[in-house]
Nanobody
Framework: QVELVESGGGLVQPGGSLRLSCAAK????????MGWYRQAPGKERELVAS???????NILDSVKGRFTISRDTATNSVFLQMNNLKPEDTAVYYC?????????????WGKGSLVTVSS
């Protein structure tokens, strides 16, 4: 059993910053990829940023230069530093990881962290 535990969402004014954290816990054999998705009201879930064990990183164009993804492989954690936040960044942010146990590999999801950018 694998669980992704998130923290760090909240309310912030435009131009402000937030840092999301996510730790994978449980019977983990290997973590291949971790990242963040978001879903705004009335919109589809979209990839914000991901980081692969190869070192490859994907970042959504609209957040480039403002958001930074980082990982701590020792603790199976991923972080999303969000700077210069805009109202259009308001969404529920979901941690995602492709994780292998001893028997199988699959995508796991956190429960979601609400980020609200408003004055």
């Amino acid at each position: 059993q694998v669980e992704l535990v998130e923290s760090g969402g909240g309310l912030v004014q435009p131009g402000g910053s937030l840092r999301l954290s996510c730790a994978a816990k449980g019977s983990i054999h290997e973590v291949y990829r971790m990242g963040w998705y978001r879903q705004a009201p009335g919109k589809e879930r979209e990839l914000v940023a991901s980081n692969h064990n190869s070192g490859a990183t994907n970042i959504l164009d609209s957040v480039k230069g403002r958001f930074t993804i980082s990982r701590d492989t020792a603790t199976n954690s991923v972080f999303l530093q969000m700077n210069n936040l805009k109202p259009e960044d308001t969404a529920v942010y979901y941690c995602n990881g492709y994780i292998a146990t001893k028997t199988s590999g699959m995508d796991y999801w956190g429960k979601g962290s609400l980020v609200t950018v408003s004055s």
